[in-house]
Every structure is written in structure tokens, then in C-alpha cells.
Antibody, heavy 116, light 109 residues
Framework: QVQLVQSGAEVRKPGASVKVSCKAS????????IHWVRQAPGQGLEWMGW????????NYAQKFQGRVTMTRDTSISTDYLELSRLRSDDTALYYC?????????WGQGNLVTVSS | QAVVTQEPSLTVSPGGTLTLTCGSS?????????PYWFQQKPGQAPKTLIY???SKHSWTPARFSGSLLGGKAALTLSGAQPEDEADYYC?????????FGGGTKLTVL
């Protein structure tokens, strides 16, 4: 079955960067785009962008351009999200997600806390 | 980037019917936006209820239905149950870019 397993919680200081991972299994890694979605505490869902694991091509939401980098390592079926110049309002649960035939599969989320 | 709007909160009585809507700042929502509706309960990842405007999954309760209504995507709940109390998010696709609505907090009371 499709599984997206994300790395653990992270704590960073303002201005730092964070890189979280999303390991895919149960399907051909390069066949499906991975989206990254975040949810701040008590807030709604916010789309950050997607990566095409086959080509490495990306499409970032305008809000995050210049601060976000999505990459992948096909040898280990893992996608990465890196967010730089962190601010306190970047504190959120970061999900990777894969969509196919009307189903969105979600990772369990990475809690990133930005605090001085 | 487009802004997708939803009612911030709604209340329905058990057994009642209501419609949640999802509008786009760019104009009418169409089937080409491939509207999705998600249900999210506390501490859980979102769960797909409706996709491609009105398609359901095997796990989608029959009381939920999706449509286009007055230029918006709509999620109708007919015969609300206490377990339907949750946050509901719509998702629209703009040429592959996703935009979520701000979510509707549904109270069944």
C-alpha cells in the first residue's frame, strides 16, 4: 500500500533553515508528483508546491519562492523540502502528499518549531 | 495567486442539511478546477471526501455530495451526524498549482 513516511520533529531558531524528508513506498516513486502542504497550529492548509520526482522539476507557490527548495533522491525514493530564513510564523506541521485517482495520500507530517 | 474562500464556520442540527461553498477570486469555479473536499478532525491528516467536483470514494458517507452551485464548488451534507463535526477544506487546482480554501469549521449541535 502507498505510504509516505516523514522524518521527525525539528526545532530551529529564526533565520535558520530546515530540511525535512518524505520517504515513499508501495508505488513507483517516479510516477507521481509530491506536494508539500503545511498547517500552522489551529490554522488551515497551505500548499507550498510540488516536485516531479521523475524530472526533478518543481512548481512553488508564489509566497514561498526564494525560500523553498524541493529536491528528491530517486535511489532511496525520498523527497525533501528545505525552507530557509525561518520565521516564527513558519511554525507548522509540514505534510508531503501524493494525489492519484481522486485519492490524496498524506504523510504523517513533520512538526517544525521556530523559536528563539 | 488565486484566493479560495469558504465560510469560516457553520452550525447544523443533527439530521439537518446544509451546504458549504468554495469560491475563487479568479471567477467561477468550474470542473476544470478539479474541486476536492477534505474532512479533517483534530490530530488527523485530511481525508478526501469528494474529488473532481462530485466523485465519491468508497469511504465517503452517502450523506455527503459535491456539486457546482452558483459559480462555486459546493459540499452538501444531508442528514448531519454528530461525527460530521470537523473542519472541511476545499482544494482547487489552477493549472497544477493547488490552492486550499481557508476551511469551514462545522459544528453539529
Amino acid at each position: 500500500q502507498v505510504q509516505l513516511v516523514q522524518s521527525g520533529a525539528e526545532v530551529r531558531k529564526p533565520g535558520a533553515s530546515v530540511k525535512v524528508s518524505c520517504k515513499a513506498s508501495g508505488y513507483t516513486f517516479t510516477d507521481y508528483y509530491i506536494h508539500w502542504v503545511r498547517q500552522a497550529p489551529g490554522q488551515g492548509l497551505e500548499w507550498m508546491g510540488w516536485i516531479n520526482p521523475n524530472s526533478g522539476g518543481t512548481n512553488y507557490a508564489q509566497k514561498f519562492q526564494g525560500r523553498v527548495t524541493m529536491t528528491r533522491d530517486t535511489s532511496i525514493s525520498t523527497d525533501y523540502l528545505e525552507l530557509s530564513r525561518l520565521r516564527s510564523d513558519d511554525t507548522a506541521l509540514y505534510y508531503c502528499a501524493r494525489q492519484h485517482s481522486g485519492v490524496v495520500y498524506w504523510g504523517q507530517g513533520n512538526l517544525v518549531t521556530v523559536s528563539s | 495567486q488565486a484566493v479560495v474562500t469558504q465560510e469560516p464556520s457553520l452550525t447544523v442540527s443533527p439530521g439537518g442539511t446544509l451546504t458549504l461553498t468554495c469560491g475563487s477570486s479568479t471567477g467561477a469555479v468550474t470542473s476544470g478546477h478539479w474541486p476536492y473536499w477534505f474532512q479533517q478532525k483534530p490530530g488527523q491528516a485530511p481525508k478526501t471526501l469528494i474529488y473532481d467536483t462530485s466523485s465519491k470514494h468508497s469511504w465517503t458517507p452517502a450523506r455527503f455530495s459535491g456539486s457546482l452551485l452558483g459559480g462555486k464548488a459546493a459540499l452538501t451534507l444531508s442528514g448531519a451526524q454528530p461525527e460530521d463535526e470537523a473542519d472541511y477544506y476545499c482544494l482547487l487546482s489552477y493549472s497544477g498549482a493547488w490552492v486550499f480554501g481557508g476551511g469551514t469549521k462545522l459544528t453539529v449541535l
